[in-house]
């Protein structure tokens, strides 16, 4: 059963970069898509950013000037690395297997979600 | 970017009722529109995708469809499993992938 574990510092200060890692288990990183979905506190889900394993990647425009996604795939990884946060950063980050995999163009698998708050 | 607009943003029902959550995309998205249901403290899960297609393990009494630009999630008899938040997502175009809102399905 595919399997994906975000990992990475659950406190964040303000101006500094927010780093993040999902593992993948049980089924090879460059057969899919990956992303990186955010939510803040009580509030609705926000696509950051995908990546293949060719390299290629998109990110949300709203994000893109302080969005980075890169993959390791010896390590069966891809990372998300966010500079210059704010509060308004604090949130939810999930890693996701989408938005194309197999036959479907949605977010299938998702991982369980790391808490990330922003504050000094 | 296109915007995706569910109503309601919440609801209250009784177990055994009949759901319907809509989505309605700012422009035509072809079918690649997704619905996911999210319990509190736990990751979103894929329940339909491609407008009407169950994704795998997903109880039959989830359902989708499609008219233009609006589409409908349908619960035939509400669980009591199934009270969570709901989001639409569209696929169509990826600057940037875009959610609703959510619907929130609470015990009435």
């Known amino acids: 059963q595919v399997q994906l574990q975000e990992s990475g510092p659950g406190l964040v200060k303000p101006s500094e970069t927010l780093s993040l890692t999902c593992t993948v288990s049980?089924?090879?990183?460059?057969?899919?898509?990956w992303s990186w979905v955010r939510q803040p506190p009580g509030k609705g889900l926000e696509w950051i950013g995908y990546?293949?394993?060719?390299?290629?990647?998109n990110y949300n425009p709203s994000l893109k000037s302080r969005v980075t996604i890169s993959m390791d795939t010896s390590k069966s990884q891809f990372s998300l690395k966010l500079s210059s946060v704010t509060a308004a950063d604090t949130g939810m980050y999930y890693c996701?297997?989408?938005?194309?995999?197999?036959?479907?163009?949605?977010?299938?698998?998702w991982g369980q979600g790391t808490m990330v708050t922003v504050s000094s | 970017d296109i915007q995706m607009t569910q109503s309601p943003s919440s609801l209250s029902a009784s177990v055994g009722d009949r759901v319907t959550i809509t989505c309605r995309a700012s422009q035509s998205i072809s079918g690649f529109l997704n619905w996911y249901q999210q319990k509190p403290g736990k990751a979103p899960e894929l329940l339909i995708y491609a407008a009407s297609s169950l994704q795998s393990g997903v109880p039959s009494r989830f359902s989708g469809s499609e008219s233009g630009t609006d589409f409908t999630l349908t619960i035939s008899s509400l669980q009591p499993e199934d009270f969570a938040t709901y989001y639409c997502?569209?696929?169509?175009?990826?600057?940037?992938?875009?959610f609703g809102g959510g619907t929130k399905v609470d015990i009435k």
């Open positions: 049980d089924v090879s990183i460059i057969t899919s898509y």
């Open positions: 990546i293949y394993y060719s390299g290629s990647t």
């Open positions: 997502q569209q696929s169509y175009s990826t600057l940037p992938l875009t």
């Open positions: 996701a297997r989408g938005p194309y995999s197999g036959s479907s163009s949605a977010f299938d698998i």
